[in-house]
């Protein structure tokens, strides 16, 4: 699971446009062992990546799934 998407909830938690992801915000470490899903970090190379896209993508974390989607060759 990437970074980002953790990013993604807390921070749309965090402004009101997800208020029933509290219990998700608060036990998502759990949540992924559980599940045995892998980490991905966010590194240099996929913010490098993230910013030099093209295109008229503006959301900051879909950017960022992309790059590391690209980077990682992940489908």
């Known amino acids: ?37 892998e980490e991905l970090p966010i590194t240099i190379r996929h913010s490098l990546l993230s910013g030099a896209l093209p295109g008229p993508h503006r959301d900051p974390f879909d950017r960022m799934l992309i790059a590391q989607s690209r980077a990682e060759h992940a489908p």
Not at 2 to 22: D, F, M, N, Q, V
Request: aromatic fraction near 2%; avoid cysteine.
């Open 1 to 37: 699971m990437s970074s980002a998407s953790a990013w993604e909830i807390s921070t749309k938690h965090r402004l009101g446009k997800l208020p029933e992801a509290e219990e998700i915000v608060a036990d998502l470490e759990r949540l992924v062992s559980t599940a045995r899903l």
